[in-house]
């Protein structure tokens, strides 16, 4: 069982820069692959960034690669999504996931865990 719990979410001005934290309770934190999720109004939720054990492969959508990075340290039990250059389109709520896995998961549905997330808001 993982709980995880978001935070670092805010209001930014366009072009500037956020980093999201999300922190894990549970054993074996390090087994599970991690995925952050963001959903705008009035639209699905889509993954933004996903990494597996120790951080070896990461995947982000074209939408958002280059400008996101997801990192985790299993030390403190935490993944990190750093936002640079935001864009409005960037608005959203943003989850955190985790599903026992050693490979790379790119689907929502195939998440075990959710946090309640953050809210981000990027102003134009």
């Known amino acids: 069982q993982v709980q995880l719990v978001e935070s670092g979410g805010g209001l930014v001005q366009a072009g500037g820069s956020l980093r999201l934290s999300c922190a894990a309770s549970?054993?074996?934190?390090?087994?599970?692959?991690l995925g952050w999720f963001r959903q705008a109004p009035g639209k699905e939720r889509e993954l933004v960034a996903a990494?597996?054990?120790?951080?070896?492969?990461?995947y982000a959508p074209e939408s958002v690669k280059g400008r996101f990075t997801i990192s985790r340290d299993d030390a403190k039990n935490m993944v990190y999504l750093q936002m640079n250059n935001l864009k409005p389109e960037d608005t959203a709520v943003y989850y955190c996931?985790?599903?026992?896995?050693?490979?790379?998961?790119?689907?929502?549905?195939?998440?075990?865990?959710w946090g309640q997330g953050t809210r981000v808001t990027v102003s134009s």
């Open positions: 990494i597996i054990w120790y951080g070896d492969n990461t």
């Open positions: 996931a985790a599903v026992l896995s050693p490979s790379l998961r790119l689907g929502e549905g195939e998440y075990d865990y």
């Open positions: 549970g054993r074996a934190f390090s087994t599970y692959a």
